[in-house]
């Protein structure tokens, strides 16, 4: 089925010059590029809305998985949201439309996983990433995992109206 999805390349990945590597890994599996939008900053209150609170609890129990002495995943998730706020803004991202068959779950196949020390070798984290969810948490901060992909088709549609 067709499907149109976001990525937004992060502060990370702009910095390492990686962009046109990322977006090669996307366009070589038949997505299309159907629209983009460079931003030289992302406001605080943008990135609420892509990073709602509500998401503290989930990104708490996926840092737990890494990190087991995490004790409060909930607490956690909030200060990983508000590190994360803060890399996502300390510089240029460029969010991407792109479109094609199965393109959300094929987006997400070939970004990899969240954790680039884990993610499988193939996939743009795993190739390219060079942090991981055990540093960033004895660190104090968001993991920098180069791109931030769409889940599901209610948060690409969402999304993709937020950024482009």
Known sequence: MYQETLVILKPDALEQNKAGSIIKYYEDAGLKILDMRFYKKVELDHLRKHYPDSMALSIGKKAKAAVPSIKDPEAHGMKVLTAL???????????????GEDAIKEVRRITGYTDPSTAEKGTIRG????????????????VENLVHASGNPEEAEAELKLWL
């Open 85 to 99: 706020r803060n890399y996502f803004s300390r510089g240029p991202v460029l969010a991407i439309k792109l479109g």
């Open 127 to 142: 190739d390219l990433g060079i942090d991981s969810i055990a540093k960033s948490t004895d660190e104090g901060r968001a």
